[in-house]
Every structure is written in structure tokens, then in C-alpha cells.
């Protein structure tokens, strides 16, 4: 089993709204700080949200701030990403990672472990 898995990506028009999901498989997603990140074909990779392990502590892109949310599900081991506002420029392969550490906070130093991504297309 893929260690993270990634779902919730679709077509939606512009000012819609996504939930994605990260599904922790074989560890508890609780104790590391799982960050969200995308790519787009043509650009560099994004940093969108990232939330700490130890003290709660949560991070968001300068171009999804105010329309990012981030949140647990510890009984399911999910972490989701709440998206508004969607723009045309929010269209990416959207994934989770982190950094394996026990306890790390955000921002996330390395990326160690992450899903295969889902893919967000923002289009009227």
C-alpha cells in the first residue's frame, strides 16, 4: 500500500470549490507535519499548506492564503485541504508529503515521503 494517497481532484469552473484528501496508510499522519504542495506543467513546484506536528502550527502559500484550509481527521488518518475561490492559476497536480520526522513543524525542510497527486482543473 502507497503510503499517502491523494484524492478529491476534479473539473471545476472558476470560484468553485474542492476538498482534497491525504490518506495516511501505515502511520499515523498525526505525528508528522504533512505539508500540501503542486505542480503545474511549466512551473516549479508550489508549497500550498502545511501543517506541523507538534504544535499545531499551519502555513499557507502566498497565492492561497484566505482561500486555503487545512485540517486533520485523526480517527481516519486523512488530512484535507479545503480549496475556494478556485482561479484558472490554481490548476496543478495537488499532493501530500512530509518529511518523515517524528513531531517536525512546518515548513517542511525535505520532502521524503508523498502521494502521486490529484489533479485540479480549474476551467469554465
Known amino acids: 500500500q502507497v503510503p499517502l494517497v491523494e484524492s478529491g481532484g476534479g473539473l471545476v469552473q472558476p470560484g468553485g470549490s474542492l476538498r482534497l484528501s491525504c490518506q495516511g496508510y501505515g502511520f499515523s499522519l498525526d505525528n508528522y507535519a504533512i505539508g500540501w504542495f503542486r505542480k503545474a506543467p511549466g512551473k516549479e513546484r508550489e508549497a500550498v499548506s502545511c501543517?506541523?506536528?507538534?504544535?499545531?502550527?499551519?502555513l499557507y502559500g502566498d497565492s492561497v492564503r484566505g482561500r486555503a484550509s487545512v485540517s486533520r481527521d485523526t480517527a481516519k488518518n486523512i488530512m484535507y485541504l479545503q480549496m475556494n475561490s478556485l482561479k484558472s492559476e490554481d490548476t496543478a497536480n495537488y499532493y501530500c508529503?512530509?518529511?518523515?520526522?517524528?513531531?517536525?513543524?512546518?515548513?517542511?525542510?525535505?520532502?521524503?515521503?508523498w502521494g502521486q497527486g490529484t489533479l485540479v482543473t480549474v476551467s469554465s
Open positions: 508529503a512530509t518529511d518523515s520526522v517524528v513531531g517536525s513543524t512546518c515548513p517542511l525542510q525535505e520532502l521524503r515521503l
Open positions: 501543517i506541523s506536528s507538534s504544535n499545531g502550527k499551519i
